[in-house]
């Protein structure tokens, strides 16, 4: 079913200019931005580094739109709650990073956010098929997490189809993330595999106009929304 689903559209400020960030996320609040992807790397789950627990704690003050922290970081489960208590609205976790999933999406849950599940490329959809029960997201990655600007896999067209299957099977009401090389020529057809979040980074704010970039990322959206 893809009829009545709300999408969103998700600028992820990991290609945005960090000097200027507050008037970056104005722009695509402007633009109909629904949730502000922040990504969260520790240089050791992934190869490279970027922001943490101050730098949402700032947002958080700074956007009206909900934070969703992308945590690509090892023990998730240490720091999961106080990227809540820093003011994220949903916070997802990687399965890869994570032997403690259910744990770790409670104590998000209990802390008052939406806990997500994020699943890399090459990781089987069976890694999750007990957890996603307890998830109200699952972020499908279609590029290898750590940067910005890759090229999408196409493979997780079908891995969203799928997963699509298996939430409407078991009537479960997780949303569908997804991350990684989203832009235009492409984000139709994500959201007719299933997708309800869209994560977007260098197709937004490495566009001369972030605000029209988004504005015309939602209107690739409308017949579905
Ligand atoms: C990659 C991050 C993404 C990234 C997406 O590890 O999780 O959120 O910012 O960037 P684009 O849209 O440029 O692929
Ligand atoms: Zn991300």
Redesign the pocket.
């Known amino acids: 079913m893809v009829s009545g689903r709300t999408i969103e559209i998700a600028p992820?400020i990991?290609?945005a200019d960090f000097a200027r960030l507050g008037e970056e996320i104005a722009a695509v609040e402007r633009g109909g931005a629904g949730i502000l992807?922040v990504?969260v790397?520790d240089g050791h789950f992934?190869p490279?580094i970027t922001i943490g627990l101050p730098v949402v704690k700032s947002l958080a003050a700074a956007t009206r739109l909900p934070i969703d922290a992308?945590l690509?970081i090892s023990e998730p489960g240490r720091y999961a709650e106080q990227f809540v208590a820093a003011g994220a609205k949903m916070v997802s976790v990687h399965v890869e990073a994570d032997p403690h999933l259910h744990r770790t999406l409670m104590a998000i849950k209990g802390a008052g956010a939406q806990a997500g599940i994020a699943i890399n490329p090459a990781t089987s959809l069976g890694e999750i098929e007990e957890a996603i029960g307890f998830a109200d997201y699952i972020l499908i990655?279609s590029?290898?997490?750590?940067?910005?600007?890759?090229r999408?896999i196409n493979p997780a067209l079908q891995k969203v189809r799928r997963l699509r299957q298996m939430l409407d099977e078991r009537r479960l009401n997780a949303k569908i993330e997804i991350?990684?090389?989203?832009?235009l020529n492409n984000i139709a057809e994500v959201v007719a595999a299933g997708a309800e979040i869209l994560?977007?980074?260098?197709?937004?704010f490495?566009a001369a106009d972030p605000q029209e970039a988004t504005r015309l990322m939602r209107e690739a959206t409308v017949e579905w929304v």
């Open positions: 992820s990991l290609s992807h990504d790397m992934v490279n992308h690509m990655m590029v290898n997490p750590g940067f910005g600007g890759q999408f991350d990684g090389g989203i832009d994560v977007a980074g260098s197709a937004i490495g």
